[in-house]
């Protein structure tokens, strides 16, 4: 059990750097030995903290950082994050000063941008490094890819930018032989070529997400974007044989009321439940929907408690929610233990022989386990285990 001494309330997420470094290590294996990972730590690194898990992923070989804004990219360089970052997509043109003064380089979509980057560039006596987006089907960002060559032309007269990298981003790479995958790797490797052959170089070429990393190992070129594997968790079906993760995010609780309830008594707004049942323990932990606890979950979910599984029940509130402990089973004649005030309860991760992941989250709130890490960032604190 970890020291939870520090914490101002009775529910935290909890952090494992130590299956962050070696998720790490585990994806840098399927790597080609020269290619180089950039970590994704957009969204506070999927909900796990940025600074501290980008120091340490870049001790287990992380070589860049991906973020989505310039906000985070600022947390990095203020947590001591010296290795290079680039922004996923374009920012305001009103932030290129920030991105100059940091060393941070822009994901770029629009020429309009890239020639008042390197207007201010200049003004500052430098050069501004940046990474060409290149659309190849999945219509997000970046212009057409068979318009790179055109597009270098156009900018590349400007002395005050160096284009350090050319990617893509696949819209279906956990999908086993799917044709638009191959499709928009054709499409890249076109658009590559063609620049090659125009003398324009493209810098570091990338386009590989966690799927694709570990699906297609034949298809990585210069560097691989790897999210949501260094927190642990396969991307798809698809690629769960093929790697052992470690999940790296835990939410727990204290119990902080224990309830004897009569039959028929209600809980939580609407009393939507009903005790229906002798021996009925309802126990209230403080996490609810404000802490990233779908209040789509209602009712639906389990928590851990005493290395066993018991039900949500009633309403998911703002702040709290109940569950329901039953002291005898169906099955059984002897009584589990009473719970107490300040047991430990898990809501995601592993208690004794049982576990819930984030999948199974997801699953029940018809989203993926990426949404699921990225709102328990909300308003828990971390505790975090090197
Ligand atoms: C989020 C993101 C990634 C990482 O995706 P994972 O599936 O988490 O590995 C890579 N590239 C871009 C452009 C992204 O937006």
């Known amino acids: 059990m970890q020291d939870i001494s520090s914490l101002k309330r009775n529910a935290w997420m909890e952090v494992n750097l130590a299956a962050i470094r070696h998720n790490v290590r585990t994806i840098k294996s399927l790597m080609a030995p020269t290619c180089k990972l950039m970590a994704i730590v957009k969204a506070d690194a999927y909900g796990h903290g940025a600074g501290v898990c980008a120091r340490a992923m870049a001790s287990a070989g992380a070589q860049q950082f991906g973020v ?18 680039v922004l996923l997509s374009e920012p305001p043109v009103e932030t290129i000063d ?21 207007e201010r560039a200049i003004a500052h006596d430098m050069v501004g490094k940046y990474h060409l987006a290149l659309d190849t089907g999945m219509t997000r960002i970046g212009i057409p890819a068979e318009d790179a060559v055109e597009f270098r032309r156009l900018v590349d007269f400007h002395r005050g930018i160096a284009c350090a990298g050319t990617y893509t981003h696949f819209a279906t790479a956990d999908t086993i032989g799917d044709w638009d995958f191959r499709r928009q ?19 570091i070429v990338h386009c590989d ?34 790697a052992e993760l470690e999940p790296a995010m835990s939410i727990r609780a204290r119990i902080t009321r224990v309830a004897n309830p009569r039959i028929g008594d209600g809980v939580s707004y609407g009393m939507t439940y009903r005790v229906n049942t002798p021996y ?5 932990i403080p996490i609810g929907y404000a802490d990233g606890l779908s209040r789509s979950l209602s009712g639906e979910m389990d928590v851990l408690v005493h290395g066993r599984r018991a039900r949500q029940v009633g309403r998911i509130c703002m702040d709290q929610c109940m569950f329901a402990y039953p002291l005898r089973s169906m099955t059984s004649s002897t009584m589990a233990p009473e719970l107490a005030v300040g047991d430990v309860v898990t809501i995601m991760g592993s208690d004794e022989d049982e576990y819930i992941s984030a999948d199974e989250i997801g699953q029940l709130r018809h989203t993926i386990a990426y949404e699921v890490l990225c709102n328990f960032s909300a308003r828990l604190e971390r505790i975090y285990v090197s």
């Open 185 to 203: 790797v054709q499409r890249f490797t076109d658009a590559i070529r063609a620049l090659h052959e125009a003398k324009l170089y493209p810098g």
């Open 68 to 85: 989505a804004t310039v906000q985070e990219a600022l947390e990095l360089r203020q947590s001591g994050i010296a290795q290079p970052i």
């Open 209 to 242: 997400n966690t799927a694709a990393t570990m699906l297609y190992p034949d298809i990585q070129f210069d560097m691989c974007r790897v999210g949501i594997a260094l927190y642990g968790i396969h991307p798809a079906e698809s690629t769960v044989e093929l």
């Open 98 to 118: 920030l991105l100059l003064e940091n060393d941070i380089m822009p994901g770029v979509t629009s020429s309009e941008f890239v020639l008042a980057y390197g």
């Open 280 to 284: 009925m323990q309802i126990a209230t």
